[in-house]
């Protein structure tokens, strides 16, 4: 199978055949599927309370944000331009397996903290526009796995189409909602000057920091940039990042005012009235309504689901990102969908039906920590691939942008801890504080160690060992080259026009020197019960119709056998090719298609995981 990131869409996007200004939006793209994250529910959660409490003042803190994210994704860009891998794939190369099983733990876990937000989200705003119960909402998210797959099979075009439209729908609805609430624009000037930081709104911005710069858009980021197929010289790639950099800054800068334009929405329509403890999302929507009449909060609950809508779709993408990248795990895209939103829906679940709708905005909350708390494990390992000029080569990052790289990274981690051990300090004043001391205290620690060695082993040129370069590995001295003689050959047949084929080239394989077995299987419920004691008249057909084949071969001078199964179809040809002792199995690639395949999968996948012997798959 192929190893590249996204392999459903890697270098599916020509750049080459275009010139002047087309040639330019052949690269836009990527960067709109990471911005998504920068606007989703969590963001506007922090976004909210910030604004209604402290006004315009904060909006500085946003642009830190901002620019923080900017140069971590034109990192992350640069990375899996120049050296063709995500960020999942070099940390497999760079640390070893132990590191990489925590490291897959841990981005995935915050991608479900993500694909959570964004579930609560929508099903926030399906009920705030049309009235739906939330457990009802959270249920509809499942389709969004469907939409996926429907828009991959589309092509990156039709994906990077819909995510930019989701944005633009966001985009317009809060541009509208600004001019409903006439902010002041002199106050909001006076918002993006610094201020020192204390308390409560020191807490909501190391908030708008953990929400705005997400752990998964660094590997996302790196994987997207790969679907455009490039020239590999200096001059391919020069292009490549220069394109990109616009890309990143254009989509983020547009993800800046969002954000913006929510926390100046909050500031106009609720700090300005006295509103100052705003920090529900339903608040601020009954609250618009009370203030502005029913468009502003309409307008806010379509741009909540849109945002949901998109963050959803990158967030699952980000999940295959990093179980392929870190682990080297590779499963139906549907299923790894499926499990993903299934692993992101069952806490929303519980905790509606258990605490009631109320307590989802702490689920919210408690989303974000979980992201600030993965952070470092993705910032880290970054600024160490792209600042080695051994593997970046020419485009390794220069020294001033190393320097602020790792400024960030630590305003970033030392913030995130902070906002993590506050929120363990709080749980320990609870009823269960004896938990949190046994088990979270210890894991937190345990992760702190894990986020140290990160850090230190690229540093320590002994540690860091032999490291590949390419992305699949060096290549191997082939050596002589034998002949193979098959002497046991199994060949699975199901009596369709493709017998003929498969027959035909499992005899080229073995000759006339060979032994064929001609291998069936009966599926019938007698088959299933009984086993090899079932007589019934489809047995029996089989039986005469493997015996024609036989007799068949054998007048061509061939030496064949027959031999039935019964049951299941992929575990009785990986039992017979075991009891037969085969040396090679021949299979037509014919079987389920369609829903089909969907549903049951298919034969030829099912029996190559059951055997040991090497298959030949005939078309």
Avoid at 602 to 610: F, G, I, K, M, Q
Wanted: charged share 15%; proline share 3%; glycine share 8%.
């Amino acid at each position: 199978m192929s190893s590249e990131s996204l392999s459903e869409v890697h270098h599916s996007v020509s750049t080459s055949k275009r010139k002047g200004w087309k040639r330019i939006i052949s690269f836009l793209g990527p960067a709109y599927l990471v911005s998504v994250g920068y606007m989703d529910p969590g963001n506007w959660a922090t976004d909210i309370a910030g604004g209604s409490k402290f006004g315009y003042q904060l909006i500085w803190v946003l642009l830190m944000s901002n620019l923080i994210a900017l140069l971590l994704q034109s990192l992350s860009a640069r990375l899996g331009i120049v050296r063709g891998l995500d960020l999942a794939q070099a940390s497999r190369q760079a640390y070893p397996k132990w590191v990489n099983l925590p490291l897959f733990v841990l981005a995935q876990t915050a991608i479900i903290a993500c694909d959570l937000a964004e579930i609560i989200g929508m099903a926030i705003g399906l009920q705030l526009l049309f009235g739906l119960p939330l457990i009802w909402g959270i249920s509809i998210t499942l389709l969004d796995t469907i939409l996926l797959l429907f828009l991959l099979n589309k092509g990156m075009r039709a994906m990077e189409g819909f995510i930019v439209s989701m944005v633009f729908i966001v985009g317009i609805a809060f541009l509208a909602e600004m001019f409903i609430v006439e902010p002041a624009a002199g106050e909001i000037l006076q918002g993006l000057k610094p201020s020192v930081l204390s308390g409560d709104a020191l807490y909501i911005a190391i908030g708008i920091i953990g929400a705005t710069v997400m752990p998964h858009n660094l590997y996302l980021h790196s994987s997207l940039v790969q679907t455009r197929k490039i020239e590999r010289s200096n001059k391919g790639i020069r292009e490549a990042l220069k394109f990109n950099l616009i890309d990143t800054t254009v989509a983020l800068n547009l993800a800046f005012f969002v954000n913006a334009a929510i926390l100046i929405l909050a500031a106009a329509a609720f700090y300005r009235n006295g509103l100052h403890e705003v920090a529900e999302i339903q608040d601020a929507h009954k609250l618009l309504e009370n203030i502005f009449g029913s468009i502003a909060p309409a307008l806010f609950a379509i741009a909540l689901i849109a945002a949901g809508q998109s963050s959803t779709v990158t967030g699952t993408l980000a999940g295959q990102i990093v179980m392929e990248g870190h682990i080297n795990l590779r499963i139906q895209p549907w299923l790894r969908r499926l499990i993903t939103r299934l692993l992101a829906i069952a806490p929303a679940f519980f905790t509606i039906l258990h605490f009631g709708d109320d307590a989802l905005g702490g689920l919210l909350v408690l989303s974000q920590v979980v992201l600030s708390l993965q952070l470092g494990f993705a910032v880290i390992p970054l600024i160490h691939f792209t600042s080695d000029k051994k593997l970046m080569k020419n485009f390794a990052i220069p020294v001033w942008v190393k320097i602020i790289a790792w400024t960030s990274a630590l305003l970033i981690v030392v913030l995130n801890v902070k906002l993590v051990m506050e929120e363990i300090a709080s749980w320990s004043e609870g009823s269960n504080g004896w938990i949190v001391q046994l088990i979270v205290v210890p894991l937190a620690v345990l992760v702190g160690f894990l986020l140290l060695y990160v850090f230190v082993r690229p540093l320590v040129p002994r540690i860091a060992g032999q490291r590949t370069i390419v992305p699949h590995g060096d290549a191997l001295e082939i050596g002589n080259i034998e002949k193979i003689d098959y002497e046991r050959i199994g060949i699975a047949v199901d009596f369709s026009k493709n017998d003929r084929n498969t027959i035909r080239h499992a005899l080229i394989q073995g000759g006339k020197d060979a032994h064929y077995y001609l291998i069936h299987v009966v599926e019938t419920a007698a088959a299933r019960y009984h086993g090899a004691g079932a007589m019934d008249h489809e047995t029996q057909s089989d039986q005469q119709n493997l015996q024609k084949y036989i007799e068949n071969l054998n007048e061509l001078g061939f030496d064949a056998s027959l031999s039935i199964g019964f049951g299941g179809t992929a575990r009785a040809i990986a039992t017979i090719a075991r009891e037969k002792e085969l040396d090679l199995l021949v299979m037509g690639a014919h079987g389920h298609s369609g829903v089909k395949d969907l549903i049951f999968g298919t034969t030829v996948d099912a029996v190559r995981h059951r055997v040991t012997i090497p298959v030949l798959i005939i078309r």
